[in-house]
């Protein structure tokens, strides 16, 4: 068994018309913050703290995550997911998300930062009960390189699988190594230096429901380059190409407020921290 550098489970429950904390453990390289009520919603907040400023050489890291029916979780980060140099063993980060009926998880962490000589690999497995809600969401942009070409990371492998009572429903990945690819060519990045990619599933969205969505979009963000697609099962995938931080993260939090006006109004309709 790899030895962990950082350990987090997390579980909430629903009291009456509050989601509470339920089973809570960490150990190593990963903590959470207390918990924390944003609205009145009864929506719950963690943020995710790594002590350590960024992953390292040889890092391994494990996530559970447990919400339970009609609880609803909104996980964040403290700060940005930073990978320094890996030179001798890659980073990698298993996270296992588990949707009770009814129950909702939304995963907004800040970007992911690869810095020169790099590798960052990430498994993501998402059980969802048949009515769960789910909205999750990764920035990839690169970080400092000596020689300032911003594609000076090895390998970034963000694999996702998502599975809807027990049963495979969406598979996503996003693997970019630069040094055997040429990411600035078509069906990659095309020149732009940084994708952010969202999943979403909830009961009611539809076709519809993405069209709209799109419209709004191609509206607010006319310099992006990006792509909405149904899913098999009731929701969407996004990916978006651009320059700017910032502006992927304006298109994240548009997604977030579109789902929230739609599904959830009471809720506050702002995601940042600073």
């Not at 809570?24 to 719950?44: E, N, T, W």
């Not at 020169?116 to 990430?122: D, G, K, L, V």
């Not at 969406?170 to 069906?187: H, K």
Request: with cysteine; net charge negative.
């Amino acid at each position: 068994m790899e030895m962990m550098t950082g350990t987090l489970e997390l579980s909430v429950k629903q009291r009456k018309n509050r989601t509470v904390p339920g089973h809570i453990f960490y150990q190593g390289a990963l903590k959470v913050m207390r918990p924390q009520y944003l609205d009145d919603s009864g929506q719950v907040t963690y943020f995710i703290l790594n002590p350590g400023g960024g992953y390292l050489d040889g890092d391994r890291y494990a996530l559970t995550v447990e919400v339970a029916p009609e609880a609803s979780l909104y996980l964040t980060t403290q700060s940005a997911t930073k990978i320094y140099q890996t030179p001798k063993d890659y980073v990698r980060q298993i996270n296992r998300i588990t949707v009770g009926s009814q129950g909702e998880c939304i995963n907004l962490p800040d970007p992911i930062i690869p810095y020169e000589n790099s590798i960052y690999c990430q498994e993501q497995w998402v059980y969802l009960a048949e009515d769960a809600r789910y909205f999750s969401s990764e920035i990839v942009t690169p970080g400092w390189d000596s020689s300032e070409r911003g594609f000076t990371y090895r390998e970034v492998n963000l694999l996702t699988k998502l599975f809807v009572d027990q049963r495979l429903a969406v598979m996503d990945r996003v693997l970019l190594q630069p040094a055997s690819q040429d990411l600035s060519g078509i069906g990659m990045l095309e020149a732009f230096k940084k994708v952010a990619s969202l999943l979403v599933v909830h009961p009611e969205i539809d076709q519809e429901y993405v069209v709209e969505l799109h419209h709004i979009l191609q509206e607010k963000f006319p310099d992006l380059r990006f792509g909405l697609s149904m899913l098999p099962i009731n929701g969407y995938s996004l990916r978006a190409l651009g320059d700017n931080t910032q502006a992927l993260e304006q298109v994240i939090q548009q997604c977030y407020q579109h789902y929230n006006q739609a599904f959830y109004q009471e809720r506050l309709l702002h995601t940042r921290k600073y």
